[in-house]
């Protein structure tokens, strides 16, 4: 099972970013998928998840004005995209995943993709 994020970079102030999360190795038909970040010193920040069939969003307070998350599932893929970046939105951003249910915990996770935002 593996979940390979990619899209992480060097950008300014007020940019925009998409990341992407693929997933192989099984269906995640009856997950969440959701995206993390970890700023320097700081602990995992949940940013929000969406689910393969549904299409059900669920975003954090702090990001959801900026950042949004959409999936295709012809490509297994999800996606993160993230505007008007500021530099306290740089971190390691993860994708992972967790089983739809009460009392479930995101138990796959991807490797991480930087993003590092300039001032």
């Known amino acids: 099972v593996q979940l390979q994020a990619s899209g992480g970079g060097f950008v300014q102030a007020g940019e925009s970013l998409r990341l992407s999360c693929v997933v192989s190795?099984?269906?995640?038909?009856?997950?969440?998928m959701g995206w993390f970040r970890q700023a320097p010193g700081k602990e995992r920040e949940f940013l929000g998840r969406?689910?393969?069939?549904?299409?059900?969003?669920h975003y954090a307070d702090s990001v959801k004005a900026r950042f949004t998350i959409s999936r295709d599932s012809a490509k297994n893929a999800v996606y993160l995209d993230m505007n008007s970046l500021k530099p306290e939105d740089t971190a390691v951003y993860y994708c992972?995943?967790?089983?739809?249910?009460?009392?479930?915990?995101?138990?796959?996770w991807g490797q991480g993709t930087l993003v590092t935002v300039s001032s």
């Open positions: 992972a995943a967790r089983p739809i249910g009460p009392g479930t915990s995101y138990n796959y």
């Open positions: 190795g099984r269906s995640f038909g009856s997950y969440f």
């Open positions: 969406i689910t393969w069939t549904s299409s059900s969003l």
